[in-house]
């Protein structure tokens, strides 16, 4: 018995009605056709992870769905899209193949080109044993071996995604993501080599962006007041420099900075290249709240990526700032060219640090004209993902945050994220040097998922006694 259910008018009304007819209908394959139009939200993952919240969902549902109810007690096929060659065929199809078929079909040239992510035949049952106690875990540990890892990154990606949910609500009310905005306060002018930025001076001539000087106090405080009219919560601001060395009067004037933002009532965060312990601790002292230094890759990679410094230089910057009771925001950019071995290295430097981070963000390569990653191909959804999904279960009390790259994701996909583990955005008017999602429409896109903005400094935490439930 077979219930086809076609794309609504949208995204957000469509997934609702499959979410339902799964909690009225439990035992009905559900076939979604038409999918070109709303993007590549694999339903079953909705599905699954709704399904038990029966008691409350069924009663409210059972009458709304009445119709579906008599379509699946007399055995045929509803439809309720236009009916198109698309909605023929699909139906021919899945009674070619006996009724139980998923249809799924990717629809950017990326997703179908990337390789599957999977696990060898022979590791099967030892990765299940590993993952399944990740799962399990009520507290975070940061001894995870690079097997344990992979084990868990490459399981199949709907139930990584669903189990990594489960985590996620276990650890954080799942309904809330961080708005975040980051500002470029020292824009370009970089003796760094970083393939991926437009910032780097080498990269200059291509890329055309002019360096400029440090923002006054002033006009980065009226930012950040912006930012939090807006709804942000926390406030970033990233500084193009290699180091802090010989950077006397600037730091004094960041500290400045920190101390306006925070008497806002916001988190603030600094990224400005190397730091040792006391340029560390003098941050700490103006009231920072977190410090961002990006491993950006697996150590084996990285050499790949930047030159002009090394990864262990990078890991000394994150001990100054966790030794000065700094916030650690470590994270990584995913489609430098890495393989998925090098997202598991990523993935294993960070979550076996002394501690874990407390934010960790997740880029997508933005690539950019001019540099040397400029004609590079964007990394897999699925990729990505995978990585979110995998560092919700190794890290279950971190902060993930969607970060460069989210403009080019739809809306289903960010939603895929955020249930997947990710509870942090950057909105605003810019990315540094790209472009952001806006305040109004991420706003819009919290009002139709039912997300919610997390406080400042008060991370709800999750309900123990709905924890049944939403799993
Ligand atoms: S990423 Fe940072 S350190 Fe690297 S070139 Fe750009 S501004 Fe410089």
Known sequence: MCLVLGNGPSIVSFVPTTALARVTLPRLYLLSFGRTRIGTLPYAQVVCSQSKDVGTMRARTVAALAPLRGAGRRSTALVQAPWTTTTT???????????????????????????????????????????????????????????????????????????????????HSPGEVQLCTLMNIKTGGCTEDCSYCAQATRY????????????????????????????????????????????????????????????????????????????????????????????????????????????????????????AGINVCSGGILGLGESSEDRVGLLHTVSTLPSHPESFPVNALVPIKGTPLGDTTPIAFTSMLRTIATARILMPATIIRIAAGRKTMSEEKQALCFMAGANAIFTGEKMLTTDCNGWDEDSAMFGRWGLSPMKSFDKTPAQAGDMDARQ
Not at 93 to 105: C, E, F, P, S, Y
Not at 144 to 153: M, N, V
């Open 204 to 323: 200059q001539k291509g890329t055309g962006l002019e360096a400029k000087r440090v923002e006054s106090v002033e006009s980065v405080l009226a930012a950040a007041r912006q930012a939090r009219e807006n709804g942000s919560t926390r406030f970033c601001m990233g500084a193009a420099w290699r180091d802090m060395r010989g950077r006397k009067t600037s730091l004094k004037n960041i500290t400045e900075m920190v101390k306006g933002v925070r008497a806002m009532g916001m988190e603030v965060c600094v990224t400005l290249g190397m730091i040792d312990d006391k340029q560390a601790k003098e941050l700490k002292e103006a009231g920072l709240t977190a410090y961002n230094h990006n491993v950006d890759t697996s150590r084996e990679f990285y050499p790949s990526v930047i030159t002009t410094r090394t990864y262990d230089e990078r890991l000394q910057t994150l001990g100054h700032v966790r030794d």
């Open 89 to 171: 065929s699909a139906i021919q199809l899945l009674q070619a193949r006996g009724g139980a078929t998923l249809v799924d079909t990717p629809t950017a040239a990326h997703d179908l080109a990337a390789p599957p992510e999977a696990i060898e035949p022979s590791r099967k049952a030892e990765a299940s044993k590993v993952f399944r106690d990740a799962v399990a875990a009520t507290a975070p540990r940061n001894t995870w071996t690079r097997q344990e890892i992979s084990a868990i990154y490459y399981q199949p990606l709907l139930e990584l995604a669903h189990q990594a949910s489960t985590v996620h609500r276990r650890f």
